[in-house]
């Protein structure tokens, strides 16, 4: 089992929990820790965004790069302490910072637990919890890893996003707002529109009360089902991984764009869509 909620019983979930408290504002450090200083979780270690979470020098182009594996190596090792320990990633509700950092331990083969649950239910579970918490490594690490270090069957990059452009059995997923992904609005990238042919499920229809909701495509599981392999992406590849964990607990294949729209539009040869796509229209009419 590796998410767990406040129905979760203390038998099943393993002692010496270390919690991870992965709540942060976007690009906002400052906001951050004042979100984080408001509502104190007791006895856990927060972890910033940066660099733990994207890395300026990282594997992708785009606003928010996969930090390289040492730095995420080195994350891991120091949160967890002793051999048994197990992490548990936390955030707000509706919210993709704990959903990235458990991707990112998946990535590179590390094990994580991620909590899908409102915070105040965390109390169910303190008896499992370590009463002092981690810390973090040193920021000023080497920075060592290349796309070879990850498992490649979770991340998908530019070049493959351009082959999935033109294979039909390649599903490409855009989980922004769907005024971003129809072209209409775009409040921080320099370019509008969506990558060419890629459907829309927006961010928010895959939580219900503000957890991530399991069972949110499955009416779709079907039409999803037909594709060899699924990409999903946002605007820099971290919103998406809600979408990434809910398709891949369904056992669907399916990959991350890393780089997501903010690094396709960094090549002026790459092509921009707007408006509805035809095979996102069938998604819209089966959710009518």
Request: aromatic share 8%.
């Amino acid at each position: 089992m590796t998410i767990i909620d406040g129905m979760t019983t203390a038998d099943d979930i393993p002692e010496n929990l270390v919690l991870v408290d992965c709540r942060n504002v976007m690009d906002d450090v400052e906001a951050s820790q004042r979100k984080v200083d408001g509502n104190p979780i007791t006895g856990a270690v927060h972890v910033p965004q940066r660099p733990w979470m994207f890395d300026a020098d990282g594997l992708n182009a785009g606003r928010h790069p996969i930090p390289r594996r040492s730095v995420v190596a080195a994350l891991h090792q120091a949160l967890k302490q002793d051999a048994g320990d197990t992490l548990l990633l936390i955030d707000d509700e509706k919210q993709f910072f704990h959903t990235r950092l458990y991707y990112l331990f998946r990535l590179y083969g590390f094990n994580a637990m991620l909590w899908n649950d409102a915070l105040e239910h965390l109390d169910l579970l303190s008896a499992e919890f370590r009463n002092n918490a981690g810390s973090l490594p040193s920021e000023d690490l080497e920075r060592k890893g290349t796309y070879e270090d990850a498992e490649r069957d979770l991340l998908a990059v530019m070049d493959e996003v351009r082959e999935a452009v033109d294979d039909e059995d390649i599903l490409l997923i855009d989980v922004r707002a769907r005024v971003r992904y129809l072209g209409e609005e775009e409040p921080i990238d320099h370019k509008m529109g969506h990558i060419p042919g890629a459907v829309n499920i927006p961010y928010g229809d895959l939580f219900h009360s503000g957890r991530i909701d399991f069972d949110a495509l499955g009416d779709m599981r079907d039409f999803l089902g037909s594709f060899r392999e699924i990409i999903v992406y946002c605007g820099s590849g971290m919103s998406a991984t809600p979408a990434f964990l809910v398709l891949h607990e369904m056992g669907l294949p399916v990959k991350l764009y890393g780089g997501s729209f903010s690094e396709w539009i960094t090549d002026g040869t790459n092509s921009i869509e707007t408006g509805d796509s035809p095979l996102n229209e069938r998604i819209v009419s089966q959710n009518e």
